[in-house]
């Protein structure tokens, strides 16, 4: 009877070894699912920025292109 005593205990010890590990599992897992969010808005972030920037410098190099090729045109004329 002891026995069968001693391992209801040890058993019952796993179980909540398990059901403690089972919690940290999923606050890891909720952490992370929430770092991915947080990374993917960061990324969708960046890419506006990319983009955003790729069109101000494309307006500007088409300025300076217009500019260099009137500087030049009237570098030739004198």
């Known amino acids: 009877m002891k026995k069968l005593e001693d391992q209801i205990k040890e058993l019952e010890e796993k179980i909540i070894d398990l059901e403690q590990d089972l919690s940290m599992e999923k606050m890891v897992k909720k ?3 929430e770092l991915n969010k ?3 808005e960061t990324i969708e972030k960046n890419e506006l920025h990319i983009n ?3 069109k101000i410098n ?3 190099s088409n300025i300076i292109s217009k500019l260099r090729i ?3 045109n009237l570098i030739n004329e004198q």
């Open 52 to 54: 955003t920037l790729v």
């Open 70 to 72: 009137k500087l030049r």
């Open 38 to 40: 947080e990374f993917k």
């Open 58 to 60: 494309e307006e500007y």
């Open 31 to 33: 952490s992370e699912v």
